[in-house]
Nanobody, 123 residues
Framework: VQLQASGGGLVQAGGSLRLSCAAS????????LGWFRQVPGEEREFVAV????????AYADSVKGRFTISRDNAKNAVYLQMNSLKPEDTAVYYC?????????????????WGQGTLVTVSS
């Protein structure tokens, strides 16, 4: 499975960005796709997850109500719409695929990772 994340950039606080993650390869249907973020020197942090089979979603408390994860079945892609961005949202954002369909929040539950896309929110 290969993942290609894109859509990062520089935005002012209060602005919006949409990240995309395109998945290719033998993903099957029983998996979940998650978004994580990481600041240098800190651990990778869960942001959001979507179960591909059920469409169920879950979010970290820090982004709930501001970020929305969605999918495009035809394109085998998942998106992270980020609104009302804050400087503390600045990080490298990664998409990842697990091999189960639960709404996993822990990075070790994910087998495949994209290369990351940088989001910088200026104050």
């Amino acid at each position: 499975v290969q993942l290609q994340a894109s859509g990062g950039g520089l935005v002012q606080a209060g602005g919006s960005l949409r990240l995309s993650c395109a998945a290719s390869g033998r993903t099957g249907s029983a998996y979940s796709l998650g978004w994580f973020r990481q600041v240098p020197g800190e651990e990778r942090e869960f942001v959001a997850v979507l179960s591909w089979r059920s469409g169920s979603t879950a979010y970290a408390d820090s982004v709930k109500g501001r970020f929305t994860i969605s999918r495009d079945n035809a394109k085998n892609a998942v998106y992270l719409q980020m609104n009302s961005l804050k400087p503390e949202d600045t990080a490298v954002y990664y998409c990842a695929v697990s091999t189960g369909s639960f709404l996993y929040r822990a990075p070790p539950s994910y087998r495949y990772w994209g290369q990351g896309t940088l989001v910088t929110v200026s104050s």
